[in-house]
C-alpha cells in the first residue's frame, strides 16, 4: 500500500537514479515512509517522490544521498551533487563498481567534509528493492546503516575503508557470472551439438547435489589432476570451434589449468605438487 502522504520517518533522503534499481528502491523507501527527494536526468520521478531539476538541488537538505545510477555515471553524479550537501550528510555509492573507484569517491567526499559509504547491494534488486541485502564499508557505513535498518533494509557493516563491500561483491560476481557464462556456452555447445536438455539436466543434477564439500573437491582437483584436465579442456575448446561456439570459457578454463601446471612444484621423487594458492597448501 502506498503511503507517500504520510511520511513517518525523520530521515530524509536524496536518491539519484529512478533506473531499475534506483526506481525500485526510492518507492520502497517513500512506502516505509521516508522522505524522499531526487533526480534522474531521463526517467520521471514515481509518485510521492520530490523531484528536482539537477543534482544540487536533490542532494540540498537530505541526511543520506543514494547514488543509483551507474558505475560510468557516479564520478559526474557526485561532482554535480556534492555542492547540494551538508556538514552532516552521507553520500552512499550503490553502484556496482571497482574497489579502487569507490576509493576515490570516497577521497572526493572527505574533500568536500561529506561521509561516504561504499554500498554494495548483493542480489539482484527486482523484487526485493530496499530490502536487497547489503554490504556497507566506508567512514560513514555505520550511518548509513542505521538510516536504512530504521526503514526495515537489511544492511551488513564492513569495518574498514571504502572498496571493502565492493571488493567482497565483485570476488562473489567472479563465481557467480563465471558460472553463468560456463552455462551459457556450454548449453550453445549442447544446441549446436544436438543434445542441449541432455546437457540442461546434467547441469541441473549436479548444481542440486553441491554441498559445502563441493568447493573442495573443485579446487583440491584442480591442482591435483591439472596435466588431465588441461588436455581435456584443450579438446573440449577444439570441439566448440568444430562446432561453430567461440570457446572464451573453455578456453580460459584450458589456460587456467596449464598455469596451474606450470606452477606446480617437482617432488624429490619428480612427481608434481600443484600449489593451491587459495589455502596456502600443496596437493599431489
Known sequence: MVVSSEETSSVRIAVLGFGEAGGRIVTDLRDA???VQGYDPAVSAPFGVREHPDEASAVSGADLVLSVNSAEA??????????GAGPTTVWADLNTAAPQLKRELSETAAAAGVGFADVSLMTPVPGRGLYTPMLTSGDAARRYAEALTSLGAH???LEGEAGLAAERKLLRSVFFKGLAAAVVEALEAGRAAGCEDWLRANIADELTRADADTVR???DGSHQHAVRRA???SAAADMLTDLGVDPLVSGASRDLLRRLVDEAAPTHNGDLVATDTTHGRQSR
Open 217 to 219: 573437491r573443485l579446487v
Open 74 to 83: 557516479a564520478r559526474d553524479a557526485m561532482r554535480a551533487g556534492l555542492p
Open 33 to 35: 515512509g521516508a522522505r
Open 231 to 233: 588436455h581435456e579442456m
Open 155 to 157: 544492511v551488513e557493516t
